[in-house]
């Protein structure tokens, strides 16, 4: 294996030729000081430690001027699979972070900025080599509201139009004379035919986080405010991360 000091050498060459005219700041630092820490961490090669320091100026540079929405929708996001037991769990992220994702500088080292990366952080270090431990997750998923709740908005409705006279949002397409009564019979009857859903719970699979307030973001941002708040405890040992965010896990108890 290539000594670490060579490693050092090897890696500020590989930094000029990605970005020769780079300019030197404390941000830049920092990024250097995590490359470093990723060679030392990972016992690896060179050139994954330049994809991770040019990675991180990529998010850094989006990240600027994005707004929290912005950032949450586009790391929080479903389309990519969660970690799962191949990964590394909650209760020892030296798989995948440095040991100072332990340390009392770890908000400022790997948080993004938010008002929750304290408390992400908290629920990281209270579940260090503690497996059994209960966490409560969260995950924000699209609102289908079931037959009972589409009955009591109907009911409402239909006091709205009785009191007040405001009508459903598709009242006057329902056909030409709409007859009040004939509206709400009809809606009531289609509510009862239709196949009621099944409760949406946390799965295996399941992207979720150990931050409310992140998920809220995520279903304001992501999914226009139209979401239902999901959560759960579980133990500590079912909870993964690959080590992207300290917002981000995965659920897998098998």
Do not use: C
Not at 178 to 188: L, R, S, V, W
Not at 208 to 232: C, D, F, M
């Amino acid at each position: 294996m290539v000594a670490y000091s060579q490693l050092l050498v090897n890696l500020i060459e590989s930094i000029d030729s990605i970005d020769s005219g780079y300019n030197q700041n404390e941000y830049e630092s920092l990024r250097m000081y995590h490359a470093l820490k990723y060679i030392e961490h990972k016992d690896s090669d060179v050139d994954l430690a330049r994809k991770h320091l040019k990675r991180m100026r990529q998010l850094d540079a989006e990240s600027m001027n994005e707004p929290v929405e912005k950032k949450i929708e586009s790391s929080y996001k479903g389309e990519h699979e969660a970690p799962n037991k191949n990964d590394s769990p909650l209760h020892d992220l030296t798989k995948v972070y440095p040991d100072d994702i332990y340390s009392p500088d770890s908000v400022r080292l790997y948080g993004t900025g938010e008002s929750f990366d304290h408390e992400s952080i908290y629920h990281i270090k209270s579940a260090k080599n503690a497996p059994n431990k209960k966490v409560k997750i969260y995950r924000a998923v699209p609102l289908i509201k079931n037959k009972d709740e589409q009955l009591r908005d109907l009911e409402k409705s239909k006091k709205l139009y009785f009191s007040r006279g405001i009508k459903p949002h598709d009242y006057d397409s329902y056909f030409k004379k709409p007859n009040a009564y004939d509206y709400f019979g009809d809606k009531e009857k289609e509510i009862h035919s239709t196949q009621d859903m099944i409760k949406p719970t946390i799965n295996n699979g399941d992207w979720v986080t150990l931050t409310k307030q992140y998920a809220i973001e995520h279903g304001k941002s992501n999914l226009n405010g139209n979401y239902r708040l999901l959560s759960k405890t579980v133990p500590v040992k079912h909870i993964f991360t690959d080590g992207n965010s300290i917002h981000e896990f995965g659920y897998d108890n098998s």
